[in-house]
T-cell receptor
């Protein structure tokens, strides 16, 4: 069984640039959630993708966007980078049963460390 | 989702049991208690979850009080590799619900 993988591991960008982070979900999972973790804080929910559509969003501006592909992998895109976007970006995958109402445990990848200069 | 309260830090001697408390006094009937841990700069690792009954797996035991207003995560024989931040999270019982992380407890296992 393959776990959640993320790429790249580290990334350095400058203010105003755009960035794309990638996540491959665990085998058998169909849902991907993205979290942002600033230094010294707990992870904060950005959004979730299920069936290639956004399925819930946290308190993040529209310049944070995402995609989910038919193979359930996902991308997080951030436009117009700001210094405060420097953080560890975490992807978590889970299985959401088609019938709904089924509790799904989220499993996290190792994260991508983004530094904005 | 209900909020949780955890002590910011705890110490434990290697080989002894580590008991990490969590208060969730506003938990609802269909909300689960989840525990994750995060070793420095790595992604959070799922440990265990429960609804009402006590749960045990290969990593830990979860004890939930009868009124469900608090719980304790037990690592039976702590090792140095258990040094991490432990997060107690209360989460709704429907698929797709997000995880709301608080500050967690920084557990330091000492030789």
């Amino acid at each position: 069984e393959t776990g959640v993988t993320q790429s790249p591991t580290h990334l350095i960008k400058t203010r105003g640039q755009q960035v794309t982070l990638r996540c491959s979900s665990q085998s058998g999972h169909n849902t991907v959630s993205w979290y942002q973790q600033a230094l010294g804080q707990g992870p904060q929910f950005i959004f979730q993708y299920y069936r290639e559509e956004e399925n819930g969003r946290g308190n993040f501006p529209p310049r944070f966007s995402g995609l989910q592909f038919p193979n359930y992998s996902s991308e997080l895109n951030v436009n117009a980078l700001e210094l405060d976007d420097s953080a560890l970006y975490l992807c978590a995958s889970s299985f959401n049963g088609l019938a709904g109402g089924q509790l799904d445990t989220q499993y996290f990848g190792p994260g991508t460390r983004l530094t904005v200069l | 989702d209900a909020k949780t309260t955890q002590p910011p830090s705890m110490d434990c001697a290697e080989g002894r049991a580590a008991n990490l408390p969590c208060n969730h006094s506003t938990i609802s009937g269909n909300e689960y208690v989840y525990w994750y841990r995060q070793i420095h700069s790595q992604g959070p690792q799922y440990i265990i979850h429960g609804l009402k009954n006590n749960e045990t797996n290969e990593m830990a035991s979860l004890i939930i009080t009868e009124d469900r207003k608090s719980s304790t995560l037990i690592l039976p024989h702590a090792t140095l590799r258990d040094t991490a931040v432990y997060y107690c999270i209360v989460r709704g019982g429907n698929a797709g619900n997000m995880l709301t992380f608080g500050g967690g407890t920084r557990l330091m296992v000492k030789p």
